[in-house]
T-cell receptor, first 114, second 109 residues
Framework: KAGVTQTPRYLIKTRGQQVTLSCSPI?????VSWYQQTPGQGLQFLFE???????NKGNFPGRFSGRQFSNSRSEMNVSTLELGDSALYLC?????????????FGPGTRLTVT | KNEVEQSPQNLTAQEGEFITINCSYS?????LHWLQQHPGGGIVSLFM???GKKKHGRLIATINIQEKHSSLHITASHPRDSAVYIC???????????FGEGTQLTVNP
């Protein structure tokens, strides 16, 4: 099976712009979670989607949004970019198994805001 | 106090040494991942465990749910094990992970 894929892998944007990142989960996985990793804050949970519905949301401003499509692919959008949004954005898809959820991570999208 | 505490933050070892990284958490969890991240690289899940012990090659992970503690052991460490190791409990509600700050491991030849 192909792993989790994320596009683009690298992105440079200017303050005030908006950006859309894409994540394709492992075939058959229905849950996609997004995480932000920065040197200062480490890894933080952004949101989780399951069957096209947002199931959990982390403590991020409304500029961060996401959605999931019927084929389980997910996108996240950041509007009005700030310098502090520079980070590695990771998505992970989950395999439902016996009530616990193993996460499989994609390679990440490195976003630089200038 | 952080929900997840990892120790040590940095660890330098000589090739062949036995390594232990510890993780304590204060929240209710359904499982716990140990993740590995190489410099500039993505994240790989090494283990997901909800009880007892798991072993993959030279890596061993244990968890004690009652004591809210997990350990990752590396036997016969090798320079290619140099990476950041992150403890990531899965919160009881859904798939949401919370994270330790990571342990930077350097194994010298």
């Amino acid at each position: 099976k192909a792993g989790v894929t994320q596009t683009p892998r690298y992105l440079i944007k200017t303050r005030g712009q908006q950006v859309t990142l894409s994540c394709s989960p492992i075939s058959g996985h229905r849950s996609v979670s997004w995480y932000q990793q920065t040197p200062g804050q480490g890894l933080q949970f952004l949101f989780e989607y399951f069957s096209e519905t947002q199931r959990n949301k982390g403590n991020f401003p409304g500029r961060f949004s996401g959605r999931q499509f019927s084929n389980s692919r997910s996108e996240m959008n950041v509007s009005t970019l700030e310098l502090g949004d520079s980070a590695l954005y990771l998505c992970a898809s989950s395999l439902l198994g016996e009530g616990v959820y193993e996460q499989y991570f994609g390679p990440g999208t490195r976003l630089t805001v200038t | 106090k952080n929900e997840v505490e990892q120790s040590p933050q940095n660890l330098t070892a000589q090739e062949g040494e036995f390594i232990t990284i510890n993780c304590s958490y204060s929240v209710g969890i359904s499982a716990l991942h140990w993740l590995q991240q190489h410099p500039g690289g993505g994240i790989v899940s090494l283990f997901m465990l909800s009880s007892g012990k798991k072993k993959h090659g030279r890596l061993i992970a244990t968890i004690n749910i009652q004591e809210k503690h997990s350990s990752l052991h590396i036997t016969a460490s090798h320079p290619r094990d140099s990476a950041v190791y992150i403890c990531a409990p899965t919160l009881t509600s859904g798939s949401r992970l919370t994270f330790g700050e990571g342990t930077q491991l350097t194994v010298n030849p």
